[in-house]
Structures are given as C-alpha cells and as structure tokens.
C-alpha cells in the first residue's frame, strides 16, 4: 500500500501565506510526477501544479507567481508554497503522486486538507 499524508492546512488571511506538505509512505520504488489540485463547492476540480521527478513544474495561471511547488525525493514529500493568498484560493487542497510499486504504475491521493482565507 502507498498513502499520502497532507499537513499544513487552515484558516489564514488575505495576503497571508500557508506551506502544504504531502509526504508518501509505502510499498513505493519510485514516485514520478506529483502535484496538487485543489475543489471549493460548487468549483471544478483544478489542478493547482505539478512537479515532475526532474524537478520541471507547470501551475494554474490562477496561482503562477503566488504557489511554489517543490518535491523532497529523499523523502518523497511534496510541498506547496502558497503566497498573497486570496479568498478564491479557499478550497480542499489534494496532493497526488504517480507512483511506480511493485505491481505497476498508479496514481494515489492524499485525503485533502481545507485552505480558508478570510479576514
């Protein structure tokens, strides 16, 4: 079994900032792309960034110059750097990891952590 754990979720205030951490633990070989979405109710589901195992990122243009993601792969840890937050940016965030096992190649999710910005 793979799980991944996210942290660092919460209520901060506009402008302010907030550091996600996501870090797998399991039956793991390697871990290749990981990366964040992020839901708020009534919201598609978006991805947020992404970070390959090469260390190369795409984000939302609705984050770009805010979130910085960044990966540990001694740890297998994901981060998300989140800056000049907005209350838009209020939502579930989820880390997720393409992640080679024993059996093959899978995508496995974190279980969510709520990001609320308001004053």
């Known amino acids: 079994q793979v799980q991944l754990v996210e942290s660092g979720g919460g209520l901060v205030q506009p402008g302010g900032s907030l550091r996600l951490s996501c870090a797998a633990s399991?039956?793991?070989?390697?871990?290749?792309?990981m990366g964040w979405y992020r839901q708020a109710p009534g919201k598609q589901r978006e991805l947020v960034a992404q970070?390959?195992?090469?260390?190369?990122?795409n984000y939302s243009d609705s984050v770009k110059g805010r979130f910085t993601i960044s990966r540990d792969n001694a740890k297998n840890t994901v981060y998300l750097q989140m800056n000049s937050l907005k209350p838009e940016d209020t939502a579930v965030y989820s880390c997720?990891?393409?992640?080679?096992?024993?059996?093959?190649?899978?995508?496995?999710w974190g279980q969510g952590t709520q990001v609320t910005v308001s004053s």
């Open positions: 997720w990891g393409s992640v080679r096992t024993g059996t093959g190649l899978n995508v496995y």
């Open positions: 399991g039956s793991i070989f390697s871990i290749y792309t």
């Open positions: 970070i390959t195992s090469q260390s190369s990122t």
